[in-house]
């Protein structure tokens, strides 16, 4: 059973920057893509942010420009760097993984979740 540790999230001030990481226990890493969801109070779920296994990296319109995903094979972790934070992005932020096809074709239902960071863009 693969397991996620998130770390990273918390309060910080319009402008400002948090880097969430995601470190995974399973065994096989590089074969997987890895995502970011993540759900404002009162509304769904989005993806802002993929990953995939050939390291190619795809987000949502949102986030364009501010968020930049990575990973480090070695580590099996994965991150999420967001700079200009918005009040607009106050989210619990999810570190999903899964195989490509599976982001492609918005297979949330597939994916493996992490529990879970909450990140506060407040002053």
């Known amino acids: 059973q693969v397991q996620f540790v998130e770390s990273g999230g918390g309060l910080v001030q319009p402008g400002g920057s948090l880097r969430l990481s995601c470190a995974t226990s399973?065994?096989?890493?590089?074969?997987?893509?890895m995502g970011w969801y993540r759900q404002p109070p009162g509304k769904q779920r989005e993806l802002v942010a993929t990953?995939?296994?050939?390291?190619?990296?795809d987000y949502a319109s949102s986030v364009k420009g501010r968020f930049t995903i990575s990973r480090d094979i070695a580590k099996k972790t994965a991150y999420l760097q967001m700079n200009n934070l918005k009040p607009e992005d106050t989210a619990v932020y999810f570190c999903?993984?899964?195989?490509?096809?599976?982001?492609?074709?918005?297979?949330?239902?597939?994916?493996?979740w992490g529990r879970g960071a909450q990140v506060t863009v407040s002053s």
């Open positions: 999903v993984q899964g195989y490509d096809r599976d982001f492609a074709e918005m297979r949330r239902d597939l994916l493996l």
């Open positions: 399973g065994s096989i890493f590089s074969i997987y893509a």
């Open positions: 990953i995939f296994s050939n390291d190619t990296a």
